[in-house]
């Protein structure tokens, strides 16, 4: 007797999940959660599109391509999914992050909720994925002090920031040839970011309030390709290309400035409002990715963002005190993004269970997108290491539980120094639902 699973069966299942991942995500809002001051500034803290497995390797993505894995950075990588599977991958993390400014120190947490992605085959060297994920985080909150020795009055100054932007993808990679394949991520971009700055005293001084609302709803394209080049039988170099581009949001950026008298409690108020003010910078990434047999393999990404292109809003003051909302050139500069990470497995078909982990490591720079008081933002350093665990059942063995560790180091000239360490769990849940089972 011949008994074969229900294929229509297992499709209900795997978009049932599909829609529920899909909720689930959407509720959870894809923040990650950030504490930096740094985040003030343009789109703010913004987030790459790694995963559970190369978040372990710093981030590095671009030329990786596996059948058992999701791999977002580069949506050519999709057409290689296992045709028998259906993978499903989420992730969450929780950081603490030190600041030091001259003598002053603070540590602060933050966490949540990271990403969740899915992918499967739909025809023959046609795969198909989609997700949820940051793509900028905006949270902080701090004051500062001046004295007014003309009537001896102490201004404290409030910051407080909120936010941050979403994007919920779909995508696809196709293979044209065996050596290339091509694919993209077309996603819904969504959120809003609000900041504050607010004037406060004890004596008869007026307060100042101004706050900085901007609501994107729109969209992001990424083009991915990759060629995959055999060196021998058990090697293999892949060279993996990504190209975003850049264009208008079609967002509205409000500036609502609040201007209390002291002395009789009322408040004036004046809004400006910036029409289709926020764009998206063309972006360019290549990566070079190397493989030997099923037990090591390494790369490296360079990423290139011209933000420096772009204008962004700015409330100004003239010589005659009259404020403005406008678009000012020269806050913003080009990005440039390094990362390199390698993964080794002593012997991933082996019996005994640690010869089967995946041991991570990786190291990145990365420079700043924006320009502080006309100088430059933080440069960043950072170095990971991660471990892929595999969870044992009574049928595979293809299901992995992620876990990196980061640590990620901010600073610059005369401004805050932050350390990050930050921990990222993930599951890659990697079962065979449209496999046939044959019972004799």
Avoid at 16 to 30: P, V
Wanted: glycine share 10%.
């Amino acid at each position: 007797m011949n008994f074969y699973r229900n294929k229509a069966q297992n499709m209900n299942k795997s978009l049932c999940c599909l829609a529920l991942m899909a909720l689930t995500t959407m509720g959870a809002s894809a923040q990650s959660g950030t504490n930096s001051p740094y985040s003030q500034y343009g789109l703010g803290d913004l987030a790459g599109q790694s995963v559970g497995f190369n978040k372990g390797m710093a981030g590095v993505g671009f030329g990786f391509r596996k059948g058992n894995e999701v791999n977002p950075m580069n949506p050519a990588s999709y057409s290689s999914v296992d045709s028998l599977t259906f993978i499903l991958d989420a992730g969450l993390s929780g950081q603490i992050t030190h600041f030091r400014e001259k003598e002053e120190r603070l540590n602060a947490r933050s966490g949540g909720f990271d990403y969740a992605v899915a992918s499967l085959r739909l025809i023959k060297h046609l795969g198909f994925s989609f997700g949820i994920m940051p793509y900028s985080n905006v949270g902080y909150n701090y004051y500062s002090r001046q004295l007014l020795q003309e009537v001896s009055a102490v201004i404290r100054t409030t910051h407080i920031g909120t936010g941050g932007y979403n994007q919920f993808f779909v995508g696809a990679g196709w293979q044209i040839a065996k050596p290339l394949s091509v694919g993209f991520n077309f996603a819904y971009l969504w959120g809003t970011i609000e900041r504050s700055v607010a004037t406060s005293s004890s004596s008869d001084v007026n307060t100042l309030t101004k706050i900085y609302r901007t609501k994107i709803s729109n969209y992001r394209l990424d083009l991915g390709l990759q060629f995959e080049q055999p060196l021998s039988k058990k090697d293999k170099m892949t060279i993996g290309v990504v190209v975003s581009p850049g264009h208008n949001t079609q967002a509205d950026p409000e500036c609502i400035i609040t201007n209390r008298k002291s002395t009789t409690g009322k408040a004036d108020s004046v809004s400006f409002t910036l029409d289709n003010a926020i764009k998206l910078p063309w972006t360019y990434g290549v990566g070079l990715a190397y493989q030997h047999s099923t037990s090591f393999r390494m790369g490296v990404d360079y990423q290139l963002q011209k933000w420096g292109d772009l204008v962004m809003p700015e409330y100004v003051v003239d010589t005659e005190g009259k404020g403005a909302y406008v678009l000012s050139s020269g806050l913003m500069k080009d990005m440039h993004r390094i990362n390199v990470g390698a993964e080794w497995t002593p012997k991933a078909n082996s019996a005994k269970f640690f010869n089967r982990i995946r041991y991570r490591i990786g190291a990145g720079y990365t420079t700043p997108y924006y320009n502080i008081n006309n100088g430059d933002g933080p440069k960043e350093y950072r170095v990971s290491l991660g471990f892929g665990i595999p969870i044992l059942n009574n049928y595979n063995h293809r299901s992995i539980l992620n876990i990196s560790a980061e640590w990620n180091r901010r600073s610059a000239v005369n401004l805050v120094k932050e350390n990050t360490f930050r921990i990222n769990i993930g599951l890659t849940f990697n079962e065979r639902w449209f496999a046939k089972w044959k019972v004799e």
